[in-house]
């Protein structure tokens, strides 16, 4: 084993127990790094690699950053998904003989960032864990650092669940068991951008029981205890702002699967991943970044119970009602901060004399918002006013010790305003006096002795000084001029009077900014205090700008206020896509009406491709979700039921990570909708079994949809390409046809967008390519095959009715038996004997048998079957 100096030493015993770690070694005013550690962040940070030696044969790579620019570099490495584990010394090197003994201060991860560019201010940063019991149940468990909101829940159904819990949420990182199983991480991480950290102690601890204080069940214990005690680890310091442990239900909300979340696009786009273009991104009038957190989680977790969102409604309705007192609380609310995370730095330990500027000037405005409520005068409103506490004790402490624009270090002074401390006012006197003394010092100097560029000085190193230039040394009266420090062109000097002064004044500002520190620090224990006040405020606070936010919507984009039922009734009257709305802006959208009632629980959908079915079914899920959020809806008239769960099977996509194909993705959502929806859910399929043949995809279609109209009941949206389901209306009564019409002018298909009952006459699908512009040839033939396959299709229909008018009643088809799980499409007609087939129809069946129908595409199959026919005609 190679021998190292003990710095090294010192270095690999702690970097033990940060392996998974970027271990930030302080040495003087940099933070360096050595070994695998060095090697990595060069190239990570992209600064310069180096060696030094260490005792052993071989040099060490080493790279290092300055101490004062840290955080940027910080910043950089957690944004890769790395963490960094901070050490510092932790003795005074003035003071210790030999080695100066250095500690980790602080382990930085993605999921417990508290600032920098790690961390967005309208959005949360959450940090969960999971926990896995014996019966098969999952402890689930989230944590906002900045914020102090913490919330453990069980989910006993799968682990889909938890996969659901952990996409919502946007989870940084997971606190994992060691023994958590391989094949669970692997199925989160296919999900979600996300580091796992190992915690195997989720044992309950005393020192943060008020924490747990409500929970009242071992499991839920166990899984916030792990969650805790790994922050409480890592952290290292006070964590006073953790507020007390809330449990909560996901069956107590609208479930939404992370699949369906992204096809209707709730909180970011399929395409761009980004806000833009999002429902959340429709809704986001709020004017605090607590309100646009508190937005996006009303999002995420639409209501169920009516009495709740009744509630959203009423005082929706309230402040859309009053415009003059909304705009003022508005403007109002403008000039609040964020309370939720300026009281978790408080607690943290890293608030400066700006943060609490910012905190007294949020409380400042919390009166004005209370008279702006009041001159409403509805009583809906009442509850909120009782609730919003000025703290007025903070706002008046902040408001005389601190002065308006202090700097930002708290290691510099000048923070704290003239008259709140005795001790200090006497230092800054002494300071003063003594800086005004220094100014006359150097007039009275140069009287003296007659040297006009004469002047007093100072700098760090050497303190006060009288500066002479050479040429004029020779005026200076012997026996008072002691030489200081020579420079190039002149002498520096000390004088007894000058160096009693500046005794005195550096002692006094030394004493002066150590003391301003100790005060302020007295300050923030002060305003820790008032922790839970400043959170219960920030919550109130963050409700009443998300119910501004609705109000200001629905009137600007003239929403109406929905009714809800009891009688699983879907009546929209005019009812719009808020986010396509809105982005066609000055263009004129289409609006439509929806109606399903008891005896109409699935709408089959067709038209042309490019026409609307996506965007009508998409608007009917906006609406339900922005109804259960207490939002007011884009329509003219709404009449909703409150639904349980929607899922939905929109849009193409490979799941390339999971080595899935578009079709297997499809069934694979398809079947999670069949296996949890119940009467209560909303289900929407945008074109099923598109992915597989033709008669695959359509015998799917109609056995899905025969499926849900049996078995679940769900309110159903269901487009489809395949016209033969249309038929369907007749054997299946909770079913209607609806269609989005279209028109031909002089050879060109013209979208209406507007929906319509009964079935689709035919698809456009020739117009649409015209109009993506494919050949004119390519186009022309494609018609001349359409309708020779139509044709050929009429025939068959023909000889098919025909038959089925010969055959006598004995006869008929009888029903598919259960066990016979067959579909089938056309009925079989009596054997007949028939001739010897010529050795010509015996080719022209080798040439069938001889094609791979279910690997050609649909121009390959055209052109086999013209060809196919183009022999037939001649013989």
């Known amino acids: 084993m190679a021998t190292y100096t003990p710095m090294i030493m010192q270095y690999l015993q702690i970097k033990a127990d940060y392996q998974d770690a970027f ?17 990595k962040a060069s190239q990570e940070l992209e600064i310069t690699l180096t060696s030094r030696a260490g005792g052993g044969e071989e040099r060490i790579p080493m790279c290092g950053v300055p101490f004062h620019s840290a955080s940027n570099y910080i910043d950089t490495l957690i944004e890769k998904g790395y963490k960094v584990a901070v050490c510092e010394q932790v003795e005074d090197p003035r003071e210790v003989k030999g080695m100066v003994k250095r500690e980790v201060v602080q382990l930085i991860t993605p999921g417990t960032v508290m600032q920098g560019r790690g961390i967005d201010e309208k959005e949360n940063n959450y940090v969960g864990t999971i926990t896995c019991f014996e019966d098969g149940t999952f402890g689930f ?85 792990r969650l805790l005690r790994y922050l409480f680890k890592t952290q290292k310091r006070s964590l006073d702002h953790i507020q007390p442990c809330e449990t909560y239900e996901t069956n107590a909300y609208l479930k939404i699967d992370y699949h369906s979340k992204r096809n209707l696009e709730l909180t970011e786009t399929i395409r761009s991943k980004s806000k833009h273009g999002s429902l959340l991104w429709l809704l986001d009038e709020t004017k605090t970044a607590m309100g646009t957190r508190m937005l996006k989680q009303w999002v995420d977790r639409p209501l169920l119970s009516v009495a709740e969102i009744t509630k959203r409604q009423a005082l929706v309705q309230v402040l859309l009602d009053h415009y003059f007192p909304r705009e003022e609380l508005r403007e109002t609310l403008k000039q609040v901060y964020d309370l939720e995370r300026l009281s978790g730095r408080v607690a943290f330990g890293n608030v400066n004399a700006r943060d609490l500027i910012s905190l007294k000037k949020s409380l400042q405005q919390v009166p004005q918002i209370v008279q702006v409520l009041q001159s409403i005068q509805d009583t809906v409103l009442e509850e909120y006013i009782d609730q919003l506490d000025p703290c007025e004790e903070v706002a008046e402490l902040l408001e005389t010790a601190l002065v308006d624009n202090p700097p930002l270090s708290t290691k510099e002074g000048n923070m704290i305003r ?76 000390i004088t007894p009077e000058l160096k009693e002064k500046e005794a005195l004044i550096l002692e006094a500002e030394e004493k002066m900014i150590d003391l301003e520190y100790t005060i302020f620090a007295t300050l923030r224990e002060k305003v820790k205090t008032y922790i839970p006040r400043l959170q219960a405020l920030a919550k109130v606070l963050s409700e009443l700008d998300v119910l501004q936010c609705f109000a200001t919507v629905s009137e600007n984009r003239h929403y109406c206020r929905p009714i809800f039922n009891k009688d699983r009734k879907i009546a929209i009257c005019n009812g719009r896509h808020p986010v396509v709305e809105k982005v066609m802006q000055k263009q004129q959208y289409v609006p439509n009406d929806c109606f399903m009632d008891e005896g109409r629980d699935i709408l089959l959908i067709t038209g042309p491709n490019m026409s609307g079915k996506s965007t009508y079914m998409r608007q009917v899920a906006l609406m339900a979700v922005l109804a259960q959020i207490g939002c007011f809806v884009p329509a003219d008239r709404a009449e909703l039921p409150v639904f349980d769960q929607i899922f939905t099977r929109i849009g ?108 689709a006459d035919k698809s456009y699908g020739i117009h649409v390519a015209q109009l993506a512009g494919l050949p004119k040839g390519l186009i022309s033939r494609a018609n001349e095959l359409l309708q020779q396959f139509e044709g050929n299709e009429s025939q068959m229909v023909a000889s098919a009715s025909s038959s089925r008018k010969e055959m006598p009643e004995a006869t008929a088809v009888q029903p598919i038996r259960e066990e016979e799980a067959q579909l089938s499409f056309f009925q079989p007609e009596e054997p007949k004997k028939v001739d010897k087939p010529s050795k010509q129809d015996l080719a022209w ?12 595409t649909p121009l390959d199959a055209m052109n086999a079957l013209y060809e196919l026919q183009k022999q037939a005609k001649k013989h």
């Not at 279209?742 to 209406?752: K, P, T």
Request: glycine fraction near 6%.
């Open 845 to 856: 069946i080798s040439k069938l048998k001889s094609l791979n129908i279910l690997e050609m």
């Open 652 to 759: 193409a996509a490979d799941d390339l990570i999971s080595g899935q194909s578009t079709f297997m993705v499809e069934m694979l959502e398809a079947n999670h909708a069949i296996a949890h929806a119940t009467q209560n859910s909303l289900i929407l399929f945008d074109e099923i079994g598109r992915g597989t043949s033709t008669y695959d995809g359509m015998a799917l279609a109609q056995a899905i949809i025969e499926h849900i109209h049996e078995k679940i009941g769900a309110k159903t949206l269901f487009s489809t390409h395949y016209h033969e389901l249309t038929s369907l209306d007749a054997t299946l009564k909770q079913l209607s046809n609806v269609h989005v019409s279209a028109i031909e002018q002089n050879g060109a298909v013209v979208f209406l967008h507007k929906i319509k009952e009964g079935a």
């Open 141 to 225: 468990a989230f944590a906002d650092l900045s914020t102090g909101e913490n919330k453990v829940t069980l989910l006993p159904d799968s682990f889909t669940d938890v996969v659901n819990e952990v996409t919502a949420l946007s989870i940084k990182e997971v606190i994992v068991a060691s023994d958590f199983p391989e094949e669970l991480k692997l199925e989160l991480s296919q999900r979600v951008n996300l580091v796992f950290s190992v915690e195997d102690d989720c044992s309950p601890e005393d020192s943060y029981s008020t924490i747990t204080a409500d929970l009242n069940q071992d499991k839920f214990l166990s899984t916030i205890s």
């Open 23 to 39: 271990l930030f070694f302080r040495l003087g005013d940099f933070y360096e790094m050595f070994f695998e550690d060095a090697i």
């Open 418 to 493: 003239d008259g709140y401390d005795d001790m200090l006012d006497q230092y800054r006197d002494a300071s003063t006096n003594g800086k005004s003394w220094i100014a006359a010092l150097e007039k009275q100097e140069r009287e003296k002795t007659g040297i006009k560029s004469l002047k007093v000085g100072f700098n760090r190193v050497f303190g006060y000084y009288i500066e002479v230039t050479k040429a004029n040394v020779h005026l200076l009266p012997e026996g008072r001029y002691d030489r200081k420090q020579t420079l190039a062109n002149a002498e520096r000097y």
